[in-house]
Structure formats: C-alpha cells, structure tokens
C-alpha cells in the first residue's frame, strides 16, 4: 500500500507531551516527513530523517520511527503549536510517487 | 537563503487549463527534483507531481493524464499545467523544494522549501 494513515484529530494540554503518529508501508523503507501548518499559511517542515530539526524549529519537537510508524512529539506543547500536522514520504513500491498523510489537527488546551 | 515565488491565473472556467509557474531564488535550481502540491478547501495535501533540472518528471497517477510540468533553467523556473479543470481541482497550489537521499539502508525524502500558495477557482 502507498497511503499514511494519521488520526484526524488530538488534542493536548498547554505544557504537556503529545504524540502524532503516521502508519504505512512506505515508512518501513523510508523516513517520514513532518509539517505543520496553521490556517491560511503554508505547510512548514518540522522533522525530517531519523530526527532532525531544520534551522528555526524548536528543539521540542522530535521524531522517531519503528516499523511502519513514524511518529511526531512534542514535548511541552504550547499554544503556537495548534496547527494540522502532516506526513509525507516517497512510495516504497518503486514509482516515485509521493504520499501525504490525511493530516492531523492539533488542538492544545 | 533560498525562496520559491509563484504565479499564475486564479479563476479559471470548467475545461479551462490551470497554468502557474514556481521561480527560483537565492540557491542551486540544479540538484534538486521541483514538486508541486495542491490542497483543496478544508482537506488535506495532494502531491501533483515533480520535475528535476534535466526535465525528468514523475507524476501522480491519479493526476497523470491531465497534468504537464516543465522546466525553464534559463529562468530557474518550473512551471504546471493542469487541462480540462472542473471544480474539483479548486484549491490552493503550492510549490516546493524536493530533498531524497539515502543513508545506510534508509531512505530520507522531505520537502524544504514552499511557496506561498496561489489559490485556484474554478466556477462556471
């Protein structure tokens, strides 16, 4: 199968550790990809590879990655955080395409 | 520090064709495979597809027989074609920066750079 399955929605306290999980065959092969975006702007990179941080991203965010599940954390979560959070890798199948997870929102409490 | 300006007509009639244009700034436009990405109104990311400097391209199947992208390097631009439109490709497009690379025996694959969006409209 080339789709990521991501829970529609969840929700944290202010301060509080969350987690958002992304399942798929793909991930068995590859590394997701996570971005956030919050309304009206464009998706922003979070996470990438086994667990890194582009410039700019706060170290409370991490990532990790067993079997087919990848899953995103964020540890301390604040209210700027609250934004759709979304997967993304390469089809292990071997044509190329490119696959997004359904999208996560996160609503921080 | 490298930027993606994009373009392109924003309402469009049914059977019409969706043309925008992504250009290049402040980094190689060599290297690199160029995505396009579409998010209709309320849901999630579509991939539409990506072209690298050589004009080698790789398409979304479900897209694949309507969709054309190009590349200008003498401009450091790609550009997107999407025939016969109808309402269901309303939404807004975005396009980015593709990063792939292998380490050991797994697979890296992200997207590090994005336009701004253009939003696209298709009405009767």
């Known amino acids: 199968s080339s789709e990521l399955t991501q829970d529609p929605a969840v929700s944290v306290a202010l301060g509080q550790t969350v987690r958002i999980t992304c399942q798929g065959d793909s991930l068995r092969s590859y590394y997701a990809s996570w971005y956030q975006q919050k309304p009206g702007q464009a998706p922003v990179l979070v996470i990438y590879g086994k667990n890194n941080r582009p410039s700019g991203i706060p170290d409370r965010f991490s990532g990790s990655s067993s079997g087919n599940t990848a899953s995103l954390t964020i540890t301390g979560a604040q209210a700027e955080d609250e934004a759709d959070y979304y997967c993304?890798?390469?089809?292990?199948?071997?044509?190329?395409?490119?696959?997004f997870g359904g999208g996560t929102k996160l609503t921080v409490l | 520090q490298v930027q993606l300006q994009q373009w392109g007509a924003g309402l469009l009639k049914p059977s019409e064709t969706l043309s925008l244009t992504c250009a290049v700034y402040g980094g190689s436009f060599s290297g690199y495979y160029w995505s396009w990405i579409r998010q209709p109104p309320g849901k999630g990311l579509e991939w539409i597809g990506e072209i690298n400097h050589s004009g080698s391209t790789n398409y979304n199947p479900s897209l694949k027989s309507r969709v054309t992208i190009s590349v200008d390097t003498s401009k450091n631009q790609f550009s997107l074609k999407l025939s016969s439109v109808t309402a269901a490709d309303t939404a807004v497009y975005y396009c980015?920066?593709?990063?792939?690379?292998?380490?050991?025996?797994?697979?890296?694959?992200?997207?590090?750079?994005w336009g701004k969006g253009t939003t696209v409209t298709v009405s009767s």
């Open positions: 980015a920066r593709n990063r792939g690379f292998i380490n050991i025996d797994y697979y890296y694959y992200y997207m590090d750079v």
């Open positions: 993304n890798s390469r089809d292990s199948s071997g044509n190329h395409r490119v696959v």
